[in-house]
């Protein structure tokens, strides 16, 4: 099992900037990729950005642009970096990881282990 705990989040004006952190202990060797889910109140949790192994990244149409994922091996560390935030990106940030190899993608069946999330509330 990976444990998953993410921290960074805050409260923000509409413009500015955060950034997440999630550290990785456990079975983190054996992780073939990670990702960033956010769920606002009262919707469906959503894939925002993800990272392979290799580094490769895939990212929701609605942050393209304005967030970039990134990883430390060392520190065992995965990153979002979030700019221009807007008022619609208000949500608890998960991070994830899976341990098998279904192929990158923003679908959260594809993540097996899960943190506890950290929110992000962006005012206008």
């Known amino acids: 099992q990976v444990q998953l705990v993410e921290s960074g989040g805050g409260s923000v004006q509409a413009g500015g900037s955060l950034r997440l952190s999630c550290a990785a202990s456990?079975?983190?060797?054996?992780?073939?990729?990670m990702g960033w889910f956010r769920q606002a109140p009262g919707k469906e949790r959503e894939g925002v950005a993800a990272?392979?192994?290799?580094?490769?990244?895939i990212y929701a149409d609605s942050v393209k642009g304005r967030f970039t994922i990134s990883k430390d091996n060392a520190k065992n560390t995965l990153y979002l970096q979030m700019n221009s935030l807007k008022p619609d990106d208000t949500a608890v940030y998960y991070c994830?990881?899976?341990?098998?190899?279904?192929?990158?993608?923003?679908?959260?069946?594809?993540?097996?282990?899960w943190g506890q999330g950290t929110q992000v509330a962006v005012s206008s």
């Open positions: 990272i392979d192994f290799d580094g490769s990244t």
């Open positions: 456990g079975n983190s060797y054996s992780t073939y990729y």
């Open positions: 994830a990881a899976s341990r098998i190899d279904y192929g990158i993608g923003l679908s959260s069946w594809r993540f097996g282990d």
